[in-house]
């Protein structure tokens, strides 16, 4: 079962406006990360959350976390026709003595309009 | 440009048929995931590998699915016999020794089961 829940499921922006994506989350997390999928494509890592961080800058991407209310944001700034792509929030517990499974959201596809 | 590669991209197949996937993770990574993603249920996480060995394959039905890892550099994804219900896209995902939160997928193959 998904544990990220992404919202909105869809948002559609002009080029140069900002783009915020929201995920919710269920149980106590390690970290949290964002993934872009290109239509076709595999998922590229955007960047990496962790739980006693608030804030992440990579780029014009900001990240946020809100362990209280299990939530965390995805602005994109200036975006471009290029962003377009469908985003997802992926959550890491640990497991003892095993890897970090991700377990994804459902998804944002975003959309850019030149 | 190191990078997760997955044969086929593409496979179309008739009920009952075998499908075998392959994936060549990242050289040096040591961990190595399968997903499936499916309009319906999204990304869910069928297996993995750590040092070839699996650690946790529960997300995989177990009569038709087998995933096998014979070396550092293949893992193979099996379902016999396929059925309808199996098309979807599978990813394969691998990441390194020390930073395993990060995970670095492959292009998919994308299978249909007639």
């Known amino acids: 079962s998904q544990q990220g829940e992404e919202d909105p499921q869809a948002l559609s922006i002009q080029e140069g406006e900002n783009a915020t994506m929201n995920c919710s989350y269920k149980?106590?997390?390690?970290?949290l990360q964002w993934y872009r999928q290109n239509s076709g494509r595999g998922l590229v890592h955007l960047i990496l959350i962790r739980s006693n961080e608030r804030e992440k800058h990579s780029g014009r991407l900001r990240v946020t976390l809100d362990t209280s209310k299990k939530s965390s944001s995805l602005l994109i700034t200036a975006s471009r026709a290029a962003d377009t792509a469908s985003y997802f929030c992926?959550?890491?517990?640990?497991?003892?003595?095993?890897?970090?499974?991700?377990?994804f959201g459902s998804g944002t596809q975003l959309t850019v309009l030149p | 440009d190191a990078r997760v590669t997955q044969t086929p991209r593409h496979k179309v197949t008739e009920m009952g048929q075998e499908v075998t996937m392959r994936c060549q993770p990242i050289?040096?990574?040591?961990?190595v995931f399968w997903y499936r993603q499916t309009m319906m249920q999204g990304l869910e996480l069928l297996a993995y590998f750590r040092n070839r060995a699996p650690l946790d394959d529960s997300g995989m039905p177990k009569d038709r699915f087998s995933a096998e890892m014979p070396d550092a550099t293949l893992a193979t994804l099996k379902i016999q016999p396929s059925e309808p219900r199996d098309s979807a896209v599978y990813f394969c995902?691998?990441?390194?020794?020390?930073?395993?939160?990060?995970?670095?997928f492959g292009p998919g193959t994308r299978l249909l089961v007639l």
């Open positions: 995902a691998s990441a390194p020794v020390v930073r395993t939160e990060t995970q670095y």
């Open positions: 149980t106590s997390i390690n970290n």
């Open positions: 050289l040096g990574h040591n961990t």
């Open positions: 992926a959550t890491v517990y640990i497991s003892s003595g095993s890897a970090r499974q991700l377990t």
